[in-house]
């Protein structure tokens, strides 16, 4: 037992040192960074490419991996991404660092190799010394985790509490507009901050590689585990965050001793350790506290009264919700907006074979999207398990089809109606958490999922899934192509119907203010789990379809991590548009065909994933994605004079504000109205019908 006790000392001190690092960036920039994996992976590339294809010394390559490249990477991550983010909206925070995670790896193994790494080495030489104390086995890679672990703890405390440094860093945490006033950079003091994340990132990937293997999903997966000592510390307590890593990390070796390693069920229980106990702890400060609310942002009151106001996608989401109602199928900016939609549905029709396939594949890819899209665009509910609905959903409709004879389509929709009351219940569960413990919550359900369910070796025959037919009249791709943008056409005017109603009124007011929009008497925890429950079946109908266009479902391809990448994608070109729904799928599904076809050698490879991730971190200055961005360009040049002439002046055209007494005003009217009467279009200022650059197509 001592053995297994040594073993997860030295798991939950890897643990410990991530969790240390997402709590000092946090605490210091209000930004739980979902990078750390990919830059531990970065370093640790780095790391095996020097020592073992360039022959440094372990000692000289360890030196500069630790004291150069893992702190040179904290502070260019945080000159280019992170000191953007600062003021950001929480969902701009969490889909920056997760384009950071998808780029980062990507660059490594452009630079260092993309070969598959049976043994990665540690900072012990091989081969790795041990002893015997006690009768257990304890490894000079175990020491050395331990006694980094420890000067990290030690030094780090005193750093804090007695230093010059420590109390500069503790007056930034505190407020930022101070530490200013009182003579101190906030930005030299944040490079310092991100130099040492990037050193414990570093760290933890190089001693992480030789138990946990060189991968970048088990890089990530190691941050992950290392969120439910986070979450258990409640972001902010660091002492409290390492003492329960390394407990996780005991616990979970224990249990391996105590159960037969032969036991499916017992190694399901190991891997789920950690996401239980997060489940455990938010469980217990819900019923100890009664709620845990929106996180609070980095600064006191000072920085709150300078800070810009609003949210980066709030004020103009609500505003769009307002408008939306003016507009007519008809009107030019609707044109304009229906345009890209028929350019799409063109495409099977110009391309053929290999490239007609992609473009049906990533039209049943675009009615996942607008799930995420209805989740985290209209519900405002930072939502990282919408891949897990799909899988789950197209799963259930192959074993329908297969097992019972189930019509592809009869399946599909009991799937996603399956997915429907799971999504009300993931929404009950978080109704009362704020935004980042949404995301870690729904993060940690996603990857339980992916270790108990997909992983099941009955869901995997040959490694191919179960299998999953087409309709009679969508055998071909071409066919199947329009059956799925029929689908999708489908489901996105119900979506746009639903914004255009009164409920979508009364999600729109939410999203601006919940407390303000209870007094309006909106009943927010029905409209929320309805929304829920909406979002999982589309997700789950999207998955059937691409379980239809694949031919069978292999739970693998619906990976959590991979849904964080689809996440980034939509975000990147828009979330709250139905077109960039149907061009985030086009765009995933036929660009790495791009690259991989026309562009040889294997650096190539990894260029859509950097393009992704860029694309995603691009929100720290453009929150609204391409294609709002694109939209503005587009109708400025359009109707400007049209503008002009009704608002007599450029200004007005370019603002994107909107009284917030017009917009609840608004949603009142629409939610009080009686079932029989219509409800009033709220009168708007002339310049808000293009002043607030709707992109709701």
């Not at 100890?288 to 920085?303: C, I, K, S, T, V």
């Not at 594949?361 to 607008?370: E, K, P, T, W």
């Not at 009704?646 to 009080?672: C, I, K, N, P, Y």
Request: proline share 4%; charged share 10%.
């Amino acid at each position: 037992m001592l053995t297994y006790i040594f073993i997860g000392l030295a798991l939950g001190s890897l643990y410990a040192l991530a969790a240390a690092s997402l709590v000092v960036t946090y605490k210091s920039a209000g930004i739980l960074n979902f990078a750390f994996g990919s830059m531990a992976f970065f370093v640790a590339k780095f790391y095996y490419w020097a020592n073992q294809t360039q022959g440094w010394s372990l000692a000289s390559t360890a030196v500069v991996s630790l004291l150069v490249v893992a702190p040179g990477l904290g502070v260019a991550l945080y000159l280019l991404v992170f000191r953007f983010l600062r003021n950001s909206s929480t969902l701009i925070k969490i889909v920056s660092s997760i384009g950071v995670s998808v780029a980062l790896p990507a660059v490594a193994l452009m630079l260092f190799g993309n070969d598959a790494i049976a043994q990665a080495p540690g900072l012990a030489p091989l081969p790795v010394a041990h002893w015997q104390v006690f009768g257990a086995t304890v490894t000079l890679d175990q020491i050395i985790i331990y006694a980094f672990l420890i000067a990290v703890v030690v030094l780090g405390t005193l750093a804090l509490q007695f230093t010059d440094v420590g109390l500069k860093v503790r007056a930034m945490v505190n407020s930022e507009a101070l530490t200013s006033l009182s003579g101190t950079s906030p930005n030299a003091v944040s490079l310092g901050v991100w130099a040492v994340s990037g050193l414990l990132a570093g760290a933890a990937g190089i001693m992480a590689a030789p138990s946990v293997s060189l991968t970048i999903s088990s890089m990530t997966l190691l941050m992950a585990s290392a969120f439910a000592a986070v979450v258990a510390a409640r972001l902010r307590n660091l002492g409290a965050a390492v003492l329960i890593a390394l407990l996780i990390g005991v616990v979970t070796d224990l249990i391996q001793y105590w159960l037969p390693s032969s036991s499916t069920w017992g190694t399901n229980l190991v891997k789920s350790v950690p996401f239980i106990v997060l489940v455990l702890f938010l469980l217990y400060y819900l019923v100890r506290g009664g709620d845990l609310g929106q996180e609070r942002q980095g600064g006191g009151m000072l920085d709150a009264a300078i800070r810009p106001g609003g949210d980066d996608g709030t004020r103009v989401t609500a505003a769009l919700g307002a408008v939306t109602g003016r507009l007519r199928w008809y009107s030019p900016r609707t044109l304009l907006g229906l345009a890209p939609l028929v350019i799409m549905a063109l495409l099977p029709e110009m391309l053929s074979g290999y490239w007609q396939g992609l473009v049906a594949r990533g039209f049943a890819l675009a009615i996942v999207y607008l799930s995420f899209s209805l989740v985290a665009g209209d519900g405002g509910m930072i939502w990282l398990c919408q891949i897990t609905f799909a899988g789950a959903g197209g799963l259930i409709a192959a074993e329908l089809w297969t097992e019972l004879g189930f019509d592809p389509i009869g399946a599909a929709l009991i799937g996603a109606a399956i997915m429907a009351p799971i999504g009300v219940l993931i929404g009950a569960l978080t109704i009362r958490l704020g935004d980042l413990y949404v995301a870690l919550v729904t993060l940690s359900f996603g990857l339980l999922v992916d270790q108990v369910v997909f992983s099941q070796p009955r869901f995997l025959p040959a490694m191919g899934g179960i299998p999953f037919g087409r309709p009679s009249f969508a055998q071909s791709d071409y066919a199947f192509a329009y059956f799925a943008l029929a689908v999708f056409l489908i489901v996105g005017a119900v979506i746009v119907n639903l914004r255009r109603s009164t409920s979508g009124l009364a999600v729109n007011a939410i999203r601006w203010s919940q407390p303000a929009s209870r007094t309006l008497g909106i009943k927010v925890i029905r409209m929320k789990l309805a929304l829920s429950g909406i979002a999982a079946f589309v997700a789950g109908l999207g998955g059937a379809m691409l379980s239809m266009y694949d031919f069978s479902n292999d739970p693998s391809v619906y990976g959590t991590f991979n849904g964080l990448i689809w996440l980034a994608v939509l975000v990147s070109i828009g979330i709250r548009s139905v077109t960039s729904a149907l061009l985030a799928g086009i765009c995933f599904t036929l660009l790495p065909a791009v690259f991989q076809t026309h562009l040889s050698g294997d650096i190539w490879l990894q260029a859509p994933a950097v393009l992704f991730g860029l694309g995603a971190i691009m929100l720290a200055t453009n929150p609204e994605g391409a294609v709002a961005m694109n939209a503005r360009a587009l109708e400025s040049l359009v109707f400007g004079k049209l503008v002009r002439r009704s608002t007599g002046s450029d200004q007005a055209m370019l603002s994107a504000d909107l009284d917030t007494d017009e917009v609840f005003d608004a949603a009142h009217r629409a939610h009080t109205v009686g079932a029989g009467a219509p409800a009033a279009t709220p009168e708007l200022p002339a310049t808000t019908a293009f002043g607030t650059r709707e992109v709701n197509r």
